[in-house]
């Protein structure tokens, strides 16, 4: 008998102790959040945007919603800067001099590229692919809205929607995000730095998908809503798959 109260006390005290630790935990990061949101921030570097520090929804509620979007619900992300465009053929030409593209297609996204090289050119610049949070919320603002516009598709604000081919970045600036990123519905198909476990097996292995965002042209608006999740095979491309870069914002001194 007094061993098992012995042994009651002890996991009382022990549970008590992880209780101290989790909230410790919750507070120090409550703590940090706040700090970041707090914060003075250098503004964006040429050609990119600032998205501020802070929470924002994420996934759908939507009845039309894919399971892995998850349904609307708060994330935190830290401040990050995004570029305002797709990466462009033109720049993707200074980065590989043997890349190759038609002369009247400098300024549409480069698009045949493998995340691998997206990262490659991203890492050259000093920058990142973004992660699918930060992709997300750049896209979407804080508010859980469906486009970068607002709930309702629009045909004017992206290329979008079974349309022919891509289009000069830029093309539709009445599609801008709440942070002023373009293209981030429709045109082409973005890399993320996200890797999703499928559900499917094929025998014992599961497969590894990367995560891709924002639609391409020729899809449906379905596939151009902000939590939309795409996908493509590790080390594979498209011919309407591009990518924009990110990097975390800096803290002004």
């Not at 250098?42 to 994420?58: I, K, T, Y």
């Not at 462009?88 to 030409?93: E, I, M, V």
């Not at 610049?125 to 973004?130: S, T």
């Amino acid at each position: 008998m007094q061993r098992r109260r012995l042994a009651t006390r002890l996991f009382l005290a022990t549970a008590a102790l992880c209780a101290i630790g989790v909230g410790t935990s919750h507070l120090r990061m409550t703590i940090h959040r706040a700090n970041l949101v707090a914060a003075e921030y250098e503004p964006a570097p040429p050609g990119m945007v600032f998205v501020p520090p802070g929470e924002f929804l994420r996934g759908s509620d939507s009845a039309s919603a894919d399971h892995s979007e998850g349904p609307l619900r708060p994330a935190f992300v830290p401040g990050f800067y995004i570029d305002r465009h797709e990466v462009t053929n033109a720049q993707f030409r200074g980065f590989d001099s043997s890349y190759s593209f038609a002369a009247d297609c400098a300024n549409w996204p480069v698009t045949g590229i493998s995340r691998e090289r997206a990262e490659a050119y991203a890492t050259w610049k000093g920058l990142r692919l973004p992660t699918a949070l930060e992709w997300e919320k750049a896209a979407r603002g804080t508010d859980g809205r469906e486009y970068p516009w607002g709930d309702t598709f629009d045909a004017k604000c992206a290329n979008l929607g079974g349309k022919d081919t891509l289009a000069p970045v830029g093309s539709y600036p009445e599609g801008a995000s709440p942070y002023g990123a373009l293209d981030m519905a429709g045109n082409a198909w973005e890399w993320t730095a996200e890797t999703y476990r499928d559900d499917e097996e094929l025998g014992t292995a599961r497969i590894d998908r990367n995560v891709i965002r924002g639609g391409g042209y020729s899809y449906s608006p379905l596939q151009g809503r902000a939590a939309y999740k795409g996908f493509e095979s590790v080390g594979a491309t498209c011919n309407d798959l591009g990518f924009r870069c990110a990097g975390d914002a800096r803290i002004r001194e």
